[in-house]
T-cell receptor, first 115, second 113 residues
Framework: AQSVTQPDIHITVSEGASLELRCNYSYGATPYLFWYVQSPGQGLQLLLK??????LVQGIKGFEAEFKRSQSSFNLRKPSVHWSDAAEYFCAVGLLGGGYNKLIFGAGTRLAVHP | NAGVTQTPKFQVLKTGQSMTLQCAQD?????MSWYRQDPGMGLRLIHY???????DQGEVPNGYNVSRSTTEDFPLRLLSAAPSQTSVYFCASRTETGNYEQYFGPGTRLTVT
């Protein structure tokens, strides 16, 4: 069955430090991959997505992610974290079936940023 | 352009009560869906629609009904609320082809006592 694993439930980093959030997926074909961010009390905002082509994708707010097929991973990175990046981050895999793109989400990683 | 809107933002129900969560989008998107978000479980798909008059079940459809009479609206009905339905509910929409980005509403926080 398709699944998405985010191994880290909580991560705390200092402002200005680099960040890497891990995401592993289980899916038989090449997936569509997404990272969403959710600020407290808000809906989800798309950070970036991978469909095909260059395996390093750039997103909004200075985030990037790298698709590694051999490791079934799509880790999210940011070189220098800002206090406003504190939020919950969700990795998702998009499945095509029945004409609809379904999203399977990971459990999320909550990021705290120390000043 | 309001995007995806949801009402109400908060709701408290007693076990056995019924209610409808409203969702509307003004982007002329064909695809709409409902997710619930529970701590430690991410978002799980409840029901989805690929166009007016067409709906289908997602991962966790039990206890919920949907209908899609217009492109804009996709209400979610709880016929007899249970404490297990305490959750945050998100509606999302996307275009039919090309960009598979889903646009999410702000959510409805539902508590069933």
């Amino acid at each position: 069955a398709q699944s998405v694993t985010q191994p880290d439930i909580h991560i705390t980093v200092s402002e200005g430090a680099s960040l890497e959030l891990r995401c592993n997926y289980s899916y038989g074909a090449t997936p569509y991959l997404f990272w969403y961010v959710q600020s407290p009390g808000q809906g989800l905002q798309l950070l970036l997505k991978y469909f095909s082509g260059d395996t390093l994708v750039q997103g909004i707010k200075g985030f990037e992610a790298e698709f590694k097929r051999s490791q079934s991973s799509f880790n999210l990175r940011k070189p220098s974290v800002h206090w406003s990046d504190a939020a919950e981050y969700f990795c998702a895999v998009g499945l095509l079936g029945g004409g609809y793109n379904k999203l399977i989400f990971g459990a999320g990683t909550r990021l705290a940023v120390h000043p | 352009n309001a995007g995806v809107t949801q009402t109400p933002k908060f709701q408290v129900l007693k076990t056995g009560q019924s209610m409808t969560l409203q969702c509307a989008q003004d982007m002329n998107h064909e695809y709409m869906s409902w997710y619930r978000q529970d701590p430690g479980m991410g978002l799980r798909l409840i029901h989805y629609s690929v166009g007016a008059g067409i709906t289908d079940q997602g991962e966790v459809p039990n206890g919920y009904n949907v209908s899609r009479s217009t492109t804009e609206d996709f209400p979610l009905r709880l016929l007899s609320a249970a404490p297990s339905q305490t959750s945050v509910y998100f509606c999302a929409s996307r275009t039919e082809t090309g960009n598979y980005e889903q646009y999410f509403g702000p959510g409805t926080r539902l508590t069933v006592t």
